[in-house]
C-alpha cells in the first residue's frame, strides 16, 4: 500500500494546487494582516504588531452597527424562514392538484436576480415624488400613516431588510423539506392511522423527528449565509450602508477594503476574523444541538 | 435474543387485568377477574378470551382501484369476497403476490376502504369507521418502527393517543407496554432503539405495538419475509404461541404455503381478487377445489400429466393407472401429489429414472414421462425402498387418494373414486 501513495497525491494535487493558493493562502494572509498595524497594500509595510486592529474596529460605532444590524437578521429570519418553509412544504405535501404548479411558483426567488428582486422591492415600499410606494398605498387605504421604508425610521428598514431576506432564501428551504417531507415512509403514517394518532401529534412525534436532519442542515446553512448578507441590503438601501445605517459585518469588510473610506486591509482582515469567531462558535452549538436530538 | 433463553411464561393475571379494561360488560368481568387473580388459575383455560376475541364477517367485499389511463379497466384486487373468519383463531391469508391478500388486510385495517361491501367484527359494522375505532392492531411487514424512538417509547406510543376516560394512567401505560414486551419476550430491551435490534426483535417490537392497545383483531402483513430462514422457523412459532396466549383473532398474510400451513387454524387461498378455497390447512391440501389450488400448496409441487378417461379407465399417456368410476373424457389433467407414488415392480405408469435426491429421510425420485406436463416428475419415497439409477427406468402404483383429476380447460375438480 504505502508504494502507491504517491498515487493517492497525484490525484489530490489539482484540489490541493488550488484550495491551497484560493483558500489556504489568503485566509493565512487575512489572519496575519490582522495583527499587522498600520499595513499599506501599496508600499506592503506596516509599523507594528498586536491587537489594535481588533480594538479599533470593536470600538468603531460603524461596525457595532453591523453587528447589531446582522444578528437582528439572522434572529428573525432564520426561524420565521425555516417555520414558513415547513408550513408551505407541509401544504404541498398535502394537496394533490396543482401541486406542481405551487412548486414552481414558490421556487421562482430562487432563480431570480437578486438585483431584479431588489426592484421590485423598491416598488413595493419606496417613497417616490410620484407615489409612496404599494405597501403605502395599502397601510393609508386601511385607514394607517405613510411610512418611509427606505429611509426612514430604523424598525422600518429592518423590516424590509427582514422580509426581503426571508422572501429570498425560503425557495431553497422548501425545496429541501418538501423533498424531505415526501421521503418518510408511507407506513409510519399508516402506523398512525392505526393508532388514531391525531394530526398534530403525527407531526410533532414523527414527521418533524424524521426530517429533523434536513431542518438543521437548513438552520445551520441559514445561520452562516445569513451572517454573509451583503447583496441583499444593497440592492434596496444602495452602496452607502453606513449612512443608511443598514451596514452589515461584510459590508463593512468590503467598505473597509474598497469603500469610499477604505483601504485598511488590516481593519477589514480583523473584522473578517471576528466575523469567522462568531460564525464558528454559532455553527458550533448548532451542531451540538443537532446531533443531541437526531441520534437514530 | 433468542426465544430458547426466556421461558415464554406470561403474567396471566396482569395481562387479563389489561383486557378487562377494555370490556364494556363489567359486572361479568368481576365475577371472572376472582378467577384471575387466584394464582391457581389453570394455564389452559381460556375464559376471558371470549370477551376480546371477535369474529370478522367479510359480506361481498370488493375493492376496485381505477385504472391508470383512462381508457384501461379497473383493477379489481379484491372480488366479491365473503367469509365468516371464527373468533380467537389463526388466519392465514395464502396467494401469490398480487393476489389481493394485502388489499384484503388493509380493507379489514380500514387503511383502504371497500368500493362494495361490508366488514364486520362481531355484530359491528366498521364498514366506514377509520381505523383507530375499529380496535385493529397492524404489524407491517417492515415494522415501522418510529426509529427515533426506544423500543418502550414505540409501544407506548398507541397508548399515548388514547383521549378521554380510555386514557390510562402513566403508571398503567407503562405497566401495559411492559406487559406486552413480555408477552413477546423483548422486556430487557425497552431502552435499544430500532436500528439497534436485530431483524427478529424489531418484529416483536412490532407484535408488541400491535398488541398494547388490546385490539379486537390482530393483523401481519407478511410478518416472515424479511427474517432469515432459522429465525423463520422460531418466529411463526412464536407467532403462533402469542396468538395462542392472547387469543385475539389473527389474520395474516403470507405467500409462502408452508409458514401459512404450519401455524394457520384456517388458511383462505386467493388469486387474481378471488378467493379459491377456504379451509383447515390438512383439508386444502388433501381436498384442494381446482388445479391452481393444488399446484399452490405443497413443496415439491404437485406432478401434472396429461391424461384421459376410458371404459372406466384412467390413463397417462399409454398406462393405464387407476380404475375409476367417472364418465369418459377426452382429455383432462391429472395431478399426483409427491408422496402418492409407490415404487412396485410392474406398477402401472412406467418412467424413465433420471436422478435419485437423497434427503435422510426419504428419497426424491426424479424421472420423466412423456405425458407429463412439467418436464421432470418429482416423488417422495422411503429411503429404504430407493431405485437403482442404473436400471434406467421405474415403475410407480399410484395411491387414489393422492391423485386428483382437473377439467383441463377450467382447471376445475372433477371428483371421483377409485375401483
Known amino acids: 500500500m504505502q508504494k502507491k501513495n504517491w498515487k493517492a497525491w497525484l490525484y489530490l494535487l489539482p484540489a490541493i494546487a488550488f484550495l491551497s493558493v484560493f483558500m489556504v493562502y489568503p485566509l493565512i494572509d487575512v489572519f496575519v494582516y490582522s495583527f499587522e498595524e498600520g499595513y499599506n497594500s501599496a508600499s506592503q509595510t506596516f509599523w507594528g504588531t498586536g491587537l489594535y486592529n481588533y480594538s479599533y474596529v470593536l470600538h468603531d460605532p460603524y461596525f457595532l452597527q453591523a453587528v447589531k444590524n446582522t444578528f437582528i437578521l439572522v434572529i428573525i429570519t432564520v426561524p420565521v424562514s425555516t417555520g414558513l418553509a415547513l408550513l408551505i412544504s407541509l401544504g404541498l405535501n398535502s394537496i394533490r392538484r396543482l401541486r406542481d404548479f405551487f412548486q414552481t411558483v414558490f421556487f421562482l426567488p430562487y432563480v431570480t436576480n437578486t438585483l431584479a428582486v431588489g426592484m ?20 393609508r387605504f386601511f385607514g394607517g400613516q405613510s411610512v418611509d421604508f427606505i429611509d426612514g425610521p430604523y424598525w422600518a428598514k429592518i423590516l424590509v431588510m427582514c422580509i426581503y431576506t426571508v422572501w429570498v432564501v425560503m425557495p431553497f428551504k422548501i425545496l429541501i423539506l418538501t423533498s424531505a417531507l415526501a421521503s418518510v415512509p408511507q407506513d409510519y403514517y399508516n402506523a398512525a392511522r392505526i393508532d388514531g394518532t391525531p394530526p398534530f401529534r403525527i407531526f410533532t412525534r414523527i414527521t418533524l423527528p424524521m426530517i429533523a436532519p434536513m431542518v438543521f442542515y437548513l438552520v445551520i446553512t441559514g445561520f452562516i449565509g445569513a451572517f454573509k ?6 440592492a434596496i438601501f444602495g452602496t452607502n450602508l453606513n449612512a443608511a445605517g443598514m451596514n452589515t459585518i461584510v459590508g463593512y469588510v468590503y467598505d473597509m477594503l474598497y469603500g469610499d473610506s477604505g483601504g485598511y486591509p488590516s481593519y477589514a482582515s480583523a473584522a473578517a476574523l471576528i466575523l469567522f469567531a462568531i460564525v464558528l462558535t454559532i455553527t458550533v452549538i448548532n451542531l451540538m444541538i443537532s446531533r443531541k436530538s437526531t441520534q437514530f | 435474543m433468542s426465544s430458547d433463553i426466556v421461558t415464554p411464561i406470561l403474567k396471566r393475571e396482569s395481562f387479563s387485568d389489561i383486557i378487562s379494561l377494555t370490556v364494556s360488560k363489567k359486572t361479568d368481568r368481576q365475577m371472572i377477574k376472582g378467577h384471575i387473580y387466584d394464582p391457581g388459575y389453570g394455564l389452559e383455560s381460556d375464559d376471558w378470551k371470549r370477551d376480546t376475541a371477535m369474529k370478522v364477517v367479510l359480506d361481498h367485499l370488493t375493492k376496485r382501484f381505477p385504472s391508470r389511463s383512462k381508457k384501461g379497466e379497473d383493477v379489481i384486487a379484491v372480488n366479491d369476497f365473503t367469509f365468516e373468519i371464527p373468533d380467537g383463531q389463526l388466519i392465514g391469508l395464502l396467494g401469490p403476490s398480487g393476489c389481493g391478500k394485502s388489499t384484503t388486510l388493509n380493507l379489514i385495517s380500514g387503511l383502504e376502504t371497500p368500493t362494495e361491501g361490508r366488514i364486520y367484527f362481531g355484530e359491528d359494522d366498521v364498514t366506514h369507521l377509520p381505523p383507530e375505532n375499529r380496535g385493529v392492531g397492524l404489524v407491517f411487514q417492515n415494522y415501522a418502527l418510529y426509529p427515533h424512538m426506544t423500543v418502550l417509547q414505540n409501544i407506548l406510543f398507541p397508548l399515548q393517543n ?13 405497566r401495559r407496554a411492559e406487559e406486552a414486551a413480555r408477552l413477546v419476550q423483548i422486556d430487557m430491551l425497552l431502552d435499544r432503539r430500532p436500528s439497534e435490534l436485530s431483524g427478529g426483535q424489531q418484529q416483536r417490537v412490532a407484535i408488541a405495538r400491535a398488541l398494547v392497545k388490546t385490539p379486537r383483531v390482530l393483523l401481519l402483513d407478511e410478518p416472515l419475509s424479511n427474517l432469515d430462514a432459522r429465525l423463520r422457523l422460531q418466529t411463526r412459532e412464536e407467532i403462533r404461541r402469542i396468538q395462542r396466549e392472547t387469543g385475539v383473532t389473527t389474520i395474516f398474510v403470507t405467500h409462502d404455503q408452508e409458514e401459512a400451513m404450519s401455524i394457520s387454524d384456517l388458511i383462505i387461498v386467493m388469486k387474481d381478487g378471488f378467493v379459491h378455497q377456504i379451509g383447515k390447512p390438512q383439508t386444502v391440501y388433501d381436498e384442494p377445489c381446482n388445479l391452481f389450488v393444488a399446484t399452490f400448496l405443497g413443496t415439491p409441487q404437485i406432478n401434472l400429466f396429461e391424461g384421459r378417461v376410458e371404459n372406466g379407465r384412467l390413463y397417462i399417456g399409454q398406462d393405464a393407472v387407476l380404475k375409476v368410476d367417472c364418465a369418459d373424457r377426452e382429455k383432462l389433467t391429472v395431478g399426483i401429489r409427491p408422496e402418492g407414488f409407490v415404487l412396485q415392480e410392474n406398477g402401472p405408469l412406467c418412467c424413465a429414472l433420471q436422478a435419485v435426491e437423497v434427503m435422510g429421510r426419504d ?41 386428483y383429476l382437473f377439467d383441463a380447460g377450467t382447471g376445475e375438480r372433477i371428483p371421483f373414486s377409485a375401483l
Open chain 1, 120 to 139: 421590485v422591492f423598491m416598488i413595493l415600499f419606496k417613497k417616490t415624488p410620484y407615489s409612496d410606494g404599494l405597501i403605502n398605498l395599502l397601510i
Open chain 1, 229 to 234: 448578507a451583503y447583496s441583499d441590503e444593497v
Open chain 2, 162 to 174: 388514547l383521549k378521554g376516560e380510555a386514557r390510562p394512567s402513566k403508571e398503567d401505560m407503562r
Open chain 2, 363 to 403: 428419497h426424491s425420485v426424479v424421472s420423466t414421462h412423456p405425458a407429463a406436463i412439467s418436464k421432470t416428475i418429482r416423488s417422495i419415497i422411503p429411503s429404504e425402498e430407493s431405485p437403482h439409477v442404473k436400471s434406467g427406468s421405474v415403475r410407480f402404483r399410484l395411491k387414489p387418494f393422492k391423485t
